[in-house]
């Protein structure tokens, strides 16, 4: 499948926009009563258009018909938030139509998002929320423009002396940082979880994991500057920066590092190497290498007095399932207190929403 460059992505929406404009509006993705979803792209030009969906992992040819109209009826979705692309004549591409896109280091997802009933933890519920604040800021271990995303719990801005935890939770390495907000409900996953007392109301600081762009998994030495720069941006701009906005305890006891794949990675380097800033620790099908660690390997003892919480699952059909075998091994041989969750699932995003819901609760008790 060919990968989507960002100026044919560009121009590939803006010639669909251009057609949608000269015979009325498109509506796509179409949300009926009884969960089937119509897809729909106007592309008279094309030869062969399909929707490839996350809920079934297939991809289904779409009928086009004599005003260029290609549609799809998807009868039953199973509720939940879902990934989709067209495939059109080969090509990888959101839906022009639909507003609600996967942020994404290449965008080509959009999102279709069906509400349980009863809802789901990642569901909009009626309940106190809280509030996403965005921040672009000058970096000055990187010399550079940055960005973050903070979540505030319900109640936060009404009150003026308390201070809150404060839980670092880190995107994949495809993500961007206001992906685990858009994609992930990770703001409506804590309102709903606040609410029904299950939860401690937290600040959460998310960040672009990718001080110097997204780096390949086979480049060791790239990957590992990457993250020296992402820890030095983390302690130097991104902490201060929620230090000196917002009322977090700078207590090692009430902070929390986390994340998904690559910023499971990054979660388990740091944390478990800096465990005077860190007491919770959690890897969502995360991979990290024995040297990356060994200071917390090497004292188990002293790696437990300081550890509240090491959470580490993954799905079993992932493929860093085994990496993380190894990983659980070697903690039961150096005498370092976890936690390990093998579940359903592979590498994807209806399990890391299943995996915060389950870590959240767990943390600042």
């Known amino acids: 499948m060919k990968m989507l460059l960002p100026f044919a992505l560009f121009f590939a929406c803006l010639c669909t926009l251009n057609g949608q404009q000269k015979s009325g509006p498109v509506i796509s993705p179409d949300i009926q009563e009884d969960h089937s979803v119509i ?5 008279p030009k094309s030869e062969n258009v399909a929707v490839r969906g996350q809920w079934d992992r297939k991809t289904t ?9 290609w549609t799809l009826s998807v009868p039953g979705v199973p509720a939940g938030v879902w990934e989709y ?10 839906d022009p139509a639909n507003t609600a896109q996967k942020p994404q280091r290449s ?8 509400p349980a009933n009863p809802p789901a933890p990642w569901d909009f519920q009626d309940v106190p929320h809280g509030t996403v604040h965005q921040h672009t800021y000058l970096s000055k271990a990187l010399s550079k423009q940055r960005g973050a995303w903070v979540y505030t719990p319900p109640g ?14 880190q995107h994949g390495s495809g993500d961007r940082h206001e992906t685990w907000v858009q994609h992930g409900k990770a703001h409506w996953i804590l309102d709903n979880l606040i609410a029904a007392g299950k939860a401690q109301p937290m600040i959460i600081l998310m960040i672009d994991g990718h001080p110097l762009g997204q780096v390949p998994r086979d480049m060791a030495d790239r990957r590992a500057l990457s993250l020296a720069a992402f820890k030095n941006e983390l302690f130097t701009d991104a902490i201060p920066l929620v230090e000196s906005r917002y ?18 990675w990054q979660a388990l380097s740091i944390g478990m190497t800096n465990l005077d800033r860190f007491a919770w620790i959690g890897s969502f099908s995360g991979a990290v290498d024995e040297n990356e660690i060994k200071p917390a390997l090497d004292d188990g003892q002293g790696t437990n007095a300081k550890v509240k919480l090491l959470w580490i699952a993954c799905g079993e059909k992932d493929f860093l399932l085994e990496r993380n075998h190894q990983l659980i091994e070697k903690l039961k041989s150096s005498g370092v207190k976890h936690e390990w969750h093998e579940t359903a699932g592979d590498h994807s995003w209806p399990v890391w929403r299943n995996y915060l819901t389950e870590f959240a609760p767990r943390l600042f008790r």
Not at 39 to 43: M, P, S
């Open 156 to 169: 936060y801005e009404g009150g003026t002396h308390k201070e809150y935890p404060l839980f670092v939770l």
């Open 61 to 69: 040819a779409m009928t086009k018909d004599a005003e260029g109209l």
């Open 39 to 43: 897809f729909r792209l106007r592309a």
């Open 85 to 94: 692309s067209f495939v059109v004549d080969e090509l990888s591409m959101i």
């Open 107 to 114: 965008p080509t997802s959009s999102i279709l998002h069906i």
């Open 247 to 264: 009322r977090v305890s700078k207590d090692p006891a009430q902070r929390a590092l986390a994340g998904l794949s690559m910023g499971g």
